[in-house]
């Protein structure tokens, strides 16, 4: 199985010794909003989101890849939660913490 880290950060799992780079690529999605009609002193809107896409760290864009046989996407849980029904596309899950409350890994992944 291929594993292809489409998140911002190393994904590691400390309960397996399971560690994944970086790519050059990070996965967004487009996102768009209406603003709510509200007393709020907050400004609160609608949000929609759209197309899912790399990015790399120039800015430049290209499509999210089709899948591919054996590979699995790991991807921001908001970009996971665009593409539900790609069953190639998984986030991080369940955060590991060590005895001083720092993050330093996760449970696994989830699709």
Not at 25 to 35: H, K, L, S
Not at 42 to 51: D, K, N, S
Request: hydrophobic share 40%; with cysteine.
């Amino acid at each position: 199985m291929q594993y292809i880290n489409f998140t911002p950060h190393e994904i590691m799992v400390p309960s397996h010794g399971w560690r994944l780079v970086i790519s050059d690529w990070v996965a967004r999605c487009d996102e768009d909003a209406d603003p709510l009609e509200s007393t709020s002193p907050v400004p609160l809107f609608h949000a929609r989101y759209g197309e899912v896409h790399l990015v790399d760290r120039h800015g430049t864009r290209t499509p999210f890849p089709e899948p591919e046989p054996n590979t699995i996407f790991i991807v921001p849980a908001l970009v996971h939660a665009v593409m539900a029904e790609r069953k190639d596309v998984f986030r991080p899950y369940g955060p590991v913490f060590d005895s001083k409350d720092r993050m330093i890994g996760y449970a696994g992944l989830a699709r």
